[in-house]
């Protein structure tokens, strides 16, 4: 079927970066754009009036844990390792995968009503988030994140590593590509060297994409040193972790020779600005990556770090406290922020036909209100999605050309049975 959505501003990608329609028309072919701009197509099958609209990229959320929407306000207040390791674990240990899916579900609700298209998830159970994500028509690389508390463990003996090996062989590419299969390693303080070397040959063997969480925290980065005499990316590095495809979520405290690292080992960073700050984590050093040529995505990092999924809340966070942190109102640019929050976060995730609004590209695509008082006057669009827009702004959300969320109403999600489901979920672990 050929749709087209009609009258509608369009924040588009051209030649020189982002370009905009003011009412314009967009054309999508099944699941496919094939006509954006200022005249009136006259073939296709169905007309969506979107006066009063802007359409943008679809919101790409590269660093998340979706099932901790059930964990929500869990150990608010304290430090990364305590707020781990005493609040959040001991819970973890208790859901069940009915409980997993549940949270899942709930955090696809909030991440499509507020504009994201695709996310990239790291948590155990990953089979039932990836059922969640075929049933609901969104985008996601999902991964079984690799851990050892046993440094007398075989590594062949590793539960997680089989377990990771077997999601990728069970789901890969699984419903027309939408879904595909990162690997992962949770962290250097969660996992021993043999493992991650072992693991690091796997991910080579099947040209995988690996996800990490590197150099977060201060005692994070400074034990590493400690124990290694290696930094977490050098030591990443030294077992092979960066020969293939990698992607490394936070690098608050790398350094600079960290940073040359990533570059020539093609590492991409997600900056998680609202996690960052609410663990006292620090500002990664975003701008020096851009300059460096690093690819940076953004995420929300999990709702119990948060505590949301509005990528458009993150975008306006990371557009604004370097300038804050530097002391300088040009460090960030709102054409370098969306770029972040869209095309970078498509290109992490190994989805080359998706983060843009341009002809042959996939149809991901949100559509935000522009008759609020917030969005008035539109004198400058990028600034007015970097530092205007809202979460609650999204009036569709589209994947594949498939409309998942309409003016409130969600097309392959009921909200009733999630809320039940979660209900649940939480009356049995919080018992």
Same mark, same amino acid.
């Given at each position: 079927m050929k749709r087209l959505y009609a009258?509608?501003?369009?924040?588009?990608?051209?030649?020189?970066?982002?370009?905009?329609?003011?009412?314009?028309?967009?054309?999508?072919?099944?699941?496919?754009?094939?006509?954006?701009?200022?005249?009136?197509?006259?073939d296709f099958d169905e007309v969506r009036d979107m006066t009063g609209t802007m359409l943008i990229p679809g919101l790409v959320n590269a660093h998340t844990h979706t099932p901790m929407t059930l964990l929500r306000g869990v150990g608010s207040d304290l430090p990364l390792q305590s707020w781990l390791f005493d609040s959040v674990f001991p819970i973890e240990d208790r859901l069940t995968p009915s409980a997993i899916r549940a949270g899942t579900?709930?955090?696809?609700?909030?991440?499509?009503?507020?504009?994201?298209?695709?996310?990239?998830?790291?948590?155990?159970?990953?089979r039932e988030t990836a059922e969640a994500v075929l049933a609901s028509g969104i985008k996601a690389n999902l991964c079984r994140p690799v851990q050892c508390f046993d440094p007398s463990e075989p590594v062949e003996d590793n539960f997680r590593v089989r377990e990771s090996l077997e999601l990728f062989k069970a789901y890969n590419n699984a419903g027309n590509g939408?879904?595909?299969?990162?690997?992962?390693?949770?962290?250097?303080?969660?996992?021993?060297?043999?493992?991650?070397?072992?693991?690091?040959?796997?991910?080579?063997?099947?040209?995988?994409?690996?996800?990490?969480?590197?150099s977060e925290t201060k005692s994070e980065h400074d034990g590493c040193v400690q124990k290694y005499g290696l930094t977490p990316a050098a030591w990443f590095e030294s077992l092979g972790a960066?020969?293939?495809? &990698?992607? &490394?979520?936070?690098?608050?405290?790398?350094?600079?020779?960290?940073?040359e690292i990533m570059k020539r080992r093609g590492v991409s960073a997600v900056h998680c600005p609202s996690s960052n700050l609410k663990l006292g984590s620090g500002v990664a050093p975003v701008q020096k990556m851009?300059?460096?040529?690093?690819?940076?995505?953004?995420?929300?990092?999990?709702?119990?770090s948060n505590n949301n999924l509005n990528m458009l809340e993150e975008l306006h966070l990371a557009s604004v406290i370097h300038n804050g942190v530097y002391g300088d109102p040009t460090i960030m640019k709102p054409a370098d922020t969306v770029a972040m929050a869209t095309v970078n976060g498509a290109r992490l995730q190994g989805r080359g036909d998706t983060g843009e609004l341009r002809v042959g590209k996939k149809a991901d695509f949100a559509a935000l209100d522009l008759t609020a008082p917030h969005m008035?006057?539109?004198?400058?669009?990028?600034?007015?999605?970097?530092?205007?827009?809202?979460?609650?702004?999204?009036?569709?959300?589209?994947?594949d050309g498939n409309i998942l969320y309409d003016h409130g109403k969600f097309t392959t999600?009921?909200?009733?049975?999630?809320?039940?489901?979660?209900?649940?979920a939480l009356s049995e672990l919080y018992k």
């Amino acid at each position: 079927m050929k749709r087209l959505y009609a009258n509608c501003d369009i924040l588009s990608t051209g030649k020189n970066g982002f370009e905009y329609i003011k009412n314009g028309f967009l054309s999508v072919n099944g699941d496919t754009i094939d006509y954006i701009g200022a005249e009136k197509p006259t073939d296709f099958d169905e007309v969506r009036d979107m006066t009063g609209t802007m359409l943008i990229p679809g919101l790409v959320n590269a660093h998340t844990h979706t099932p901790m929407t059930l964990l929500r306000g869990v150990g608010s207040d304290l430090p990364l390792q305590s707020w781990l390791f005493d609040s959040v674990f001991p819970i973890e240990d208790r859901l069940t995968p009915s409980a997993i899916r549940a949270g899942t579900e709930l955090a696809l609700l909030e991440m499509l009503s507020t504009g994201t298209t695709s996310f990239t998830d790291m948590y155990m159970e990953p089979r039932e988030t990836a059922e969640a994500v075929l049933a609901s028509g969104i985008k996601a690389n999902l991964c079984r994140p690799v851990q050892c508390f046993d440094p007398s463990e075989p590594v062949e003996d590793n539960f997680r590593v089989r377990e990771s090996l077997e999601l990728f062989k069970a789901y890969n590419n699984a419903g027309n590509g939408r879904l595909k299969i990162d690997f992962c390693v949770h962290a250097e303080y969660t996992c021993t060297a043999p493992v991650v070397k072992y693991y690091a040959g796997f991910v080579r063997e099947n040209a995988g994409n690996l996800h990490i969480h590197m150099s977060e925290t201060k005692s994070e980065h400074d034990g590493c040193v400690q124990k290694y005499g290696l930094t977490p990316a050098a030591w990443f590095e030294s077992l092979g972790a960066f020969d293939s495809r &990698a992607f &490394a979520a936070h690098c608050v405290w790398v350094t600079e020779e960290d940073m040359e690292i990533m570059k020539r080992r093609g590492v991409s960073a997600v900056h998680c600005p609202s996690s960052n700050l609410k663990l006292g984590s620090g500002v990664a050093p975003v701008q020096k990556m851009l300059d460096m040529g690093i690819n940076v995505a953004l995420g929300t990092d999990g709702a119990a770090s948060n505590n949301n999924l509005n990528m458009l809340e993150e975008l306006h966070l990371a557009s604004v406290i370097h300038n804050g942190v530097y002391g300088d109102p040009t460090i960030m640019k709102p054409a370098d922020t969306v770029a972040m929050a869209t095309v970078n976060g498509a290109r992490l995730q190994g989805r080359g036909d998706t983060g843009e609004l341009r002809v042959g590209k996939k149809a991901d695509f949100a559509a935000l209100d522009l008759t609020a008082p917030h969005m008035r006057p539109n004198l400058d669009p990028l600034a007015l999605v970097a530092y205007s827009a809202q979460g609650s702004d999204v009036v569709m959300t589209v994947v594949d050309g498939n409309i998942l969320y309409d003016h409130g109403k969600f097309t392959t999600l009921d909200p009733d049975r999630v809320y039940a489901h979660v209900e649940k979920a939480l009356s049995e672990l919080y018992k």
